[in-house]
């Protein structure tokens, strides 16, 4: 049993195409999303100038208000490439006469170059408010001009002014804890997918196990069929844990991702992996050729995973969609992991997810080793 589980997996990572789908690109999708739905990453702003003291000042409220990441470069016109060339997400030139104006009560210009993206125009608003309070004792003191310039400054940056005070306040409780960062987010939906999808494509090994003969081999051999049902049963299960053991490891390492109390993470990934185990074992089994496995295995695989909350998140589903979803192990295997991450759950919260997915394992490996039973003894 162990022997054939084994060839399996060997098998998985001779095929030179699956180091990417199973190594790589599960990692890398983790990572765009990640950064795209909120991970902290900060734009990139470059600035030119800034050299005198008032300019100084300006960059220096810039770096601290932690919306961007201040770039120095050279003059306008390196700054002008690196917006056109992607290296900045926008670019700040501050004129060298920028002190002078200030101090002369005459009006300055700072030039903005960015291009039309949503990213690079919230970064505009972020600059314009930065700047707004930066130059506000200067533009106190064009309005007073009572005595000398750094006087006046002085004095506007000492006086308090009264004005509406804006308190906030949060009721109910938040569906996703400040705690979670995206790639939290990311890395559960991911890990779904891949280990399930993964576990179907998978199935094409099996197929070309009876088109090769070898099925026939190994009942020929003094094993009995059991002991070739267990094995081929561990080998699919084995293929969809290894791909869950390289999402958890690989994202945990490069990103920070956490799954929550280990012995219950650990509990769902056996769980699911069983379930893509025994779906992979009944497709494998069913099916005649490796080509139909595949586009079997693509189409359940993707199906399967964005209806069960994989691809969007169920949150944002209608009630209607929501009782759907949970006729996937997919919606239940998230329901386990949002348990975990979310309120700091344990195994024996997660007890009725798990229950619902070994109840769906239960029912694909049966009906995968009544089906392949008899595909080898036909």
């Not at 162990?2 to 098998?11: G, T």
């Not at 765009?32 to 991970?39: A, K």
């Not at 090994?205 to 051999?221: D, F, K, V």
Request: proline fraction near 4%; charge should be positive.
């Amino acid at each position: 049993m162990i022997a054939i589980a084994w060839v399996n997996l060997v098998r998985l990572f001779r095929d030179r195409t699956n180091i990417f789908f199973v190594l790589i690109f599960p990692i890398v999708l983790i990572m765009v999303f990640g950064l795209s739905f909120g991970s902290g990453f900060a734009p990139r702003l470059g600035v030119t100038g800034g050299t005198t003291p008032l300019a100084a000042e300006l960059v220096a409220a810039l770096e601290t208000s932690g919306r961007m990441q201040v770039v120095r470069v050279g003059d306008a016109e390196e700054a002008r490439d690196g917006v056109e060339r992607g290296r900045l997400a926008a670019a700040l030139i501050i004129p060298e006469n920028y002190d002078r104006a200030l101090s002369r009560y005459t009006p300055v210009t700072l030039s903005f170059i960015s291009r039309q993206e949503p990213d690079a125009l919230q970064l505009g608003a972020a600059i314009r408010a930065v700047t707004d309070q930066v130059t506000m004792p200067a533009r106190a003191a064009a309005y007073v001009r009572d005595g000398s310039f750094d006087e006046l400054v002085r004095r506007a940056g000492q006086v308090s002014v009264p004005g509406i005070t804006v308190r906030f306040s949060a009721t109910g409780t938040a569906a996703i804890p400040r705690s979670i960062t995206s790639f939290d987010i990311a890395a559960t939906s991911q890990l779904l997918l891949f280990t399930f999808l993964t576990s179907l494509t998978g199935a094409a090994t099996l197929i070309e196990t009876r088109r090769l003969g070898l099925s026939r081999r190994m009942y020929a051999a003094p094993v009995s069929s059991r002991t070739i049902l267990l094995g081929e049963a561990a080998g699919r299960v084995c293929v969809a844990l290894t791909q869950a053991l390289i999402i958890m490891v690989g994202s945990g390492l490069l990103f920070g991702v956490r799954w929550g109390d280990p012995l219950g993470a650990g509990a769902l990934v056996l769980a699911f992996s069983l379930v893509g185990g025994g779906a992979a074992m009944l497709v494998g089994a069913a099916l005649r050729t490796e080509q139909q496995a595949v586009g079997v295995g693509l189409l359940l695989g993707l199906g399967l995973a964005a209806i069960g909350g994989t691809m969007a998140p169920i949150d944002f589903f209608s009630e209607t969609m929501r009782r759907v979803a949970h006729l996937t192990p997919h919606a239940w295997a998230l329901d386990g992991f949002a348990e975990l991450l979310r309120r700091n759950g344990t195994i024996a919260d997660i007890l009725p997810q798990l229950g619902v997915l070994a109840a769906f394992a239960a029912a694909l490996f049966g009906l995968g080793a009544w089906r392949l039973r008899a595909a080898l003894t036909r």
